[in-house]
């Protein structure tokens, strides 16, 4: 898995790092079932501290997209694909909401309105 941080980037560290990793895994660079390299390793590959990794995984980890075992380390979780998909859609549609002039209430009743 190679991973790379965009220096132009605004975004903090482990937001992307966190994307980084959701977009190997909707590209299907990473399977569902595959480990992860320790975060260390991640770390020192990208350039950054242990802790910013780890924060950026948990991320992940809340959106059901890795799952964490203890003594089996990090794994890509079933059905991350889509979900990873998913929520980089779900992204896109908050900043693109936010650049129209919506807020998230709004944008939640637009959505609510819908189904």
Do not use: W
Request: aromatic letters at 2%.
């Amino acid at each position: 898995m190679l991973l790379k941080l965009s220096l132009g980037d605004t975004r903090p560290l482990h937001e992307q790092v966190a994307g980084a990793i959701r977009r190997a895994v909707a590209e299907g660079e990473c399977a569902p079932g595959g480990k992860l390299p320790p975060a260390r390793e991640l770390a020192r590959a990208l350039g950054v501290n242990t802790n910013t990794v780890l924060r950026g995984l948990r991320t992940l980890r809340d959106e059901g997209v890795l799952e964490f075992r203890r003594g089996r380390g990090i794994t890509i979780a079933g059905g991350a694909d889509e979900r990873a998909e998913l929520v980089a859609r779900v992204r896109q549609l908050v900043a693109d909401a936010a650049k129209a002039g919506y807020s998230a209430d709004e944008l939640v009743e637009l959505i609510r309105g819908m189904t």
